[in-house]
């Protein structure tokens, strides 16, 4: 039955696991942004998420470009 599974590398780990950690991060910028009310909050929610975003942008890319699979 394990014949068909191929064991992930531990950089595919690595890649999956704060892929998945940006993903909630990414969450919960959003519910900061959607909750706060004082314009100095609002500037630093759209500055955190415009981090994460980045962040999850360029994790994405590295994905694609070793081929992981997030299976």
């Not at 890649?15 to 900061?32: D, G, M, P, R």
């Not at 759209?46 to 994905?63: D, G, H, M, S, T």
């Amino acid at each position: 039955m394990y014949l068909f599974f191929r064991r992930r590398r531990p950089k595919e780990n690595y890649l999956i696991n704060e892929i998945n950690k940006t993903k909630i991060a990414l969450e919960a910028a959003y519910s900061n942004f959607e909750n706060v009310v004082d314009p100095d909050l609002i500037d630093s929610c759209i500055y955190q998420l415009n981090a994460v975003q980045n962040r999850y942008r360029f994790l994405i890319k590295e994905a694609k470009a070793s081929d992981t699979t997030f299976c």
